[in-house]
Structure formats: structure tokens, C-alpha cells
């Protein structure tokens, strides 16, 4: 199956990486859609229109603004699209490519790593497109979660920020480090290590969060200090306005 990729940003060239597949890919800056055509072994190429005609499934990575526009570029009608569109609903994709299979995907950027998640909403016609391959291989980038389409907002403002939320926690803790004296490039390494060894507690070990939570805190003891003044200082409502705020965003 050939994957033609339009958009070689941050989020289109993640998810290039993490399928490790040498795509054809066209972006407005030919430098951009170059390096990364390179760097998988793919080709870039000049129009939108080629990349229709020379590839099995198109991936829009490019401005969400732009839909109308690149379905013109397009022409000839392509095989089958596959959206990584922020805030675009399979409706507005299958308006602008009708009577072609449509996929939804919101990837994370930890795609990049293959240790991404991916949610998924299929179009009206998928089931007449190449949907169990398209599957397979963005499996190849992480963990892969159906959907019904009206959970994909609040799914992107949790799954889809949460790597820069999660990369804020690493710097608070990194800075609350140095004030104590410690290098920040090992405070680095120690904040970095622990975020990713707890991750694999939880995904691999199958450790439920807050059994986690209670294997390290014990009773008045210096774990349970430390959690005492996160809740004090509004850890979880602060999360939860933070996802809030994503989602009202993404509904408006």
C-alpha cells in the first residue's frame, strides 16, 4: 500500500516516522517535504495532484483551514483519505472527498516513538476502503482506540496534550530539583527515568494508578507530604480545567 502524506509539519512528520514507511509527501515548503522524504527513504514531489494519482491512501496533515483547498488540488479523485485533521469531523472530510473511504485518526506526537495513541473513527464508506491495512500499520505507531466521533474532542485534549502536560511536569520537577541544589541535567535524567519507568508500571505491569500511588506513600510519611501539598495546591482541578478548556476550544 503506497501512503501519500500532505503536511510535513510536527504532527504529520511523527506519524511518517512512527509508520516507517517510505512515503511520498508533499508540503507548501518543498525543503520541508524533502528532509523528510529523505530521511524514510520516500519521495518528495511537487503537486497534491501527483501525489493523488500515484498513491492508495492519502493522509491530510496539513492546516485543517485548508481542506476545501486541497481536495481542489487534488483532482482526480484519490482512493481513499485518511484525516489527522485537528477539530475536522469525518462529515467535513467526506463533504470535500465524496464517495471516497474516509478514516479519522488523532494521533500524539509520542507516535513519533511508537508508543503513540491513536484514536480512530471511521467514515461511512470504510468498511469499502483498505481499512484493516490502514489499521495494521497505524498500529505500527501505538496503541490504537475506536471511537464514536463525538469522543474524539475530549479524547485529543487528553490523549492528544498531554505530552506537553506531561513534559511540564517533568520541568517543574526539574526546576524544584535545582532550587535544591541539584544538577538540572541529572535532575533531568531522574524526573525524565521516573516519568517513563512509572508509564511502564502502569501499561506493561498492569498496575492500576492509584495502587501505584498507594505502594509509595506511606502513612505520614514523606511521599504522603509531598502529595498532600499537590492537592493543596489544586493538582487535579488543575488538570481538569486544562482538559475543560481544550474540549470548549475544539466544540466552538
Do not use: W
Not at 127 to 144: D, V
Not at 204 to 212: A, R
Not at 213 to 239: D, I, K, M, N, Q
Amino acid at each position: 500500500m503506497v501512503i501519500g502524506l500532505i503536511g510535513a509539519g510536527n504532527m504529520g512528520s511523527a506519524l511518517a516516522r512512527g509508520l516507517g514507511e517510505p512515503l511520498l509527501v508533499v508540503d507548501a515548503e518543498r525543503s520541508r517535504a524533502q528532509a523528510l522524504a529523505i530521511e524514510l527513504g520516500g519521495e518528495a514531489l511537487d503537486s497534491a495532484a501527483e501525489l493523488s494519482e500515484r498513491a492508495d491512501v492519502v493522509v491530510l496533515a496539513h492546516k485543517p483551514a485548508q481542506l476545501d483547498e486541497v481536495a481542489g488540488e487534488l483532482g482526480g479523485r484519490p482512493g481513499a483519505v485518511a484525516s489527522i485533521l485537528g477539530g475536522t469531523s469525518v462529515a467535513a472530510v467526506e463533504r470535500a472527498y465524496p464517495e471516497v473511504p474516509v478514516y479519522r485518526f488523532m494521533p500524539n506526537l509520542a507516535v513519533e516513538a511508537r508508543r503513540g495513541v491513536i484514536c480512530y473513527a471511521p467514515g461511512a464508506r470504510a468498511g469499502e476502503g483498505p481499512e484493516r491495512e490502514l489499521l495494521g500499520l497505524m498500529g505500527r505507531a501505538g496503541t490504537l482506540v475506536e471511537l464514536d466521533e463525538p469522543l474524539i474532542e475530549p479524547a485529543t485534549a487528553l490523549m492528544g496534550c498531554a505530552p506537553a502536560f506531561f513534559a511540564l511536569v517533568v520541568e517543574a520537577l526539574v526546576d524544584a530539583g535545582v532550587r535544591h541544589g541539584l544538577p538540572a541535567e541529572r535532575a533531568g535524567v531522574m524526573a525524565s527515568q521516573t516519568m517513563a519507568g512509572t508509564a511502564a508500571l502502569i501499561v506493561d505491569g498492569g498496575l492500576d494508578p492509584g495502587e501505584l500511588r498507594r505502594r509509595v506513600t506511606s502513612p505520614g510519611g514523606s511521599t504522603a507530604r509531598g502529595l498532600a501539598e499537590l492537592e493543596r495546591g489544586g493538582v487535579r482541578a488543575a488538570f481538569a480545567d486544562a482538559v475543560a478548556a481544550v474540549v470548549e476550544a475544539g466544540r466552538r
